[in-house]
């Protein structure tokens, strides 16, 4: 396995999931009319309301969460296989190890809310830096709780409106929302269960894709065991294919960051 390969991996499982990118110019957009909607009677608003209140409550429901997967990254069609753990505690922190197949770590990730760490094991080198410093990459509607969804197969919640966009086709529902410049799409089973989802901010020319799939009960809960993420920027593209293995809910977690004295620390 190629080291720029797996240098790459350590920004990729901090940024992918936030439409990495090189930072993007901020463009001011005049503010166009909103055009009138039409009238919807109360029996299919209502119909419509009872529909996003089942697949808001079809979410992930956990206090933590466990996930042993393989996976396959590539970066602009040069793919590598990688064992990929990671630990959730739910609205706290994403924990991540990423193992090279011969059984060598060779990162290790600790985001929260306020802040994203990572140890570069390939270069000792220890990176940490603030949760808003993805902002001079991705737009700002991401956030920590929108990171974890899209790993998880969960609805991004900021986006669930009133004024979100709902059509059914045969056995799926269509979701479609705005939100400062970043539309999201999303297409739900006849479970309630994401199994699409679509970050896109045009003017950045961002876009992240997710699919989910081979769907387990765990702990009476539908869990995706593949998903798979593709994210384009510009020239660049990402596909992160996880596959899991061994999924464990509400169970104790240790989440293990211990920065070596022989790291150089950039901050």
Known sequence: MK????????????????????????????????????????????????????????????????????????????????????????????????????GLEVARALITPDSVKILNRLDNVYIKKPFSYIYEFTNEQINFRTLQSILIGNTVSEFITDSTELNMESDEAKLRSILGGLTYNLRVSSQNKVVYTNLNDQIAKQELTANYSDFILVNQQQI??????????????????????????D?????????PERFLIKN
């Open 3 to 102: 080291k720029n390969i797996l240098i790459n991996t350590v920004y990729v499982l901090v940024l992918l999931f936030a439409l990495t990118s090189c930072k993007a110019k901020k463009v001011i957009l005049p503010v166009a009319a909103v055009p009138e909607s039409p009238a919807v009677s109360a029996e299919a608003d209502n119909t419509r309301k009872n529909k996003l209140k089942s697949i808001n409550e079809s979410d992930m429901v956990f206090n933590t969460l466990a996930v042993k997967s393989k996976a396959v990254l590539s970066i602009n069609d040069k793919s590598n296989d990688v064992n990929m753990n990671f630990r959730i505690k739910n609205n706290e922190v994403i924990w991540v190890s990423i193992t090279a197949l011969a």
């Open 224 to 249: 995706p065991h593949t998903v798979v993420m593709d994210s384009k920027v510009k020239t660049k593209k990402f596909l992160l294919d996880l596959k899991f293995l061994k999924v464990d809910l």
């Open 251 to 259: 169970g104790p977690l240790e989440l293990p960051f211990r920065v």
